[in-house]
């Protein structure tokens, strides 16, 4: 069953606390992408990995962290420097040059306690 | 700002009815794709027009593409209630495929 896989559904935080989101995919996809989503607001890119060991800033990178170790993930650390983390936060993966599409996994809701 | 913006933000139809979406973008663009979203879900890959494209269809989905005016639409024939949900543009600029930017999207219910 191919897709990609988030996990936890529901993360909570505690004040200057590190949270990691996970995000898997077996779609032997080359690109894989973080984006923030706020109520009633579309999606802005937090990072993007077009291959593995290498990643870029998106448009709201501040207080967030990633790594591309392995193709199949990409793990966001959402920092204490992050400020107003509270979100629902949306993994994708595409197989890059050509093949624009996007595909999501579940998302995670990420709330501070 | 968003390079997208959908119109209206919110939509009520009734079941069997069209339904038309609108997206307008500020630069030029590589393609331009819309996605949905259920509530509470992921985004789900709808259509790609590329920009040498005008129309493209996909099962009751026209998309249509007019890079002079720098806009765009969704049309959803014969809606039903399963097709509420939330509806995104998304444009890739030239050079950067891996980039998408996205509006804020289109509210749509569809009333039984």
């Known amino acids: 069953d191919g897709g990609i896989t988030q996990s936890p559904k529901y993360l909570f935080r505690k004040e200057g606390q590190n949270v990691t989101l996970s995000c898997e995919q077996n779609?032997?996809?080359?690109?894989m992408y973080w984006y923030r989503q706020d109520p009633g607001q579309g999606l802005r890119l937090i990072y993007y990995s077009q291959i593995v060991n290498d990643f870029q800033k998106g448009d709201i990178a501040e207080g967030y962290s990633v790594s591309r170790e392995k193709k199949e993930s990409f793990p966001l650390t959402v920092t204490s420097a992050q400020k107003n983390p509270t979100a629902f936060y949306l993994c994708a993966s595409s197989g890059g040059g050509e093949q624009e599409t996007q595909y999501f996994g579940p998302g995670t809701r990420l709330l501070v306690l | 700002s968003q390079q997208g913006e959908e119109d209206p933000q919110a939509l009520s139809i009734q079941e069997g009815e069209n339904a038309t979406m609108n997206c307008s973008y500020k630069?030029?663009?590589?393609?331009l794709q819309w996605y949905r979203q259920n509530s509470g879900r992921g985004l789900v890959h709808l259509i790609l027009i590329r920009s040498n494209e005008r129309e493209k269809h996909s099962g009751r989905l026209r998309v249509t593409l007019d890079t002079s005016k720098k806009s765009s639409s969704l049309l959803i024939t014969a809606s039903r209630a399963a097709d509420t949900a939330s509806y995104f543009c998304?444009?890739?600029?030239?050079?950067?495929?891996?980039?998408?930017?996205f509006g804020k999207g289109t509210l749509l219910t569809v009333n039984p």
């Open positions: 998304a444009t890739a600029l030239p050079g950067s495929n891996y980039k998408l930017t």
């Open positions: 630069t030029s663009i590589n393609n």
């Open positions: 779609l032997n996809h080359d690109a």
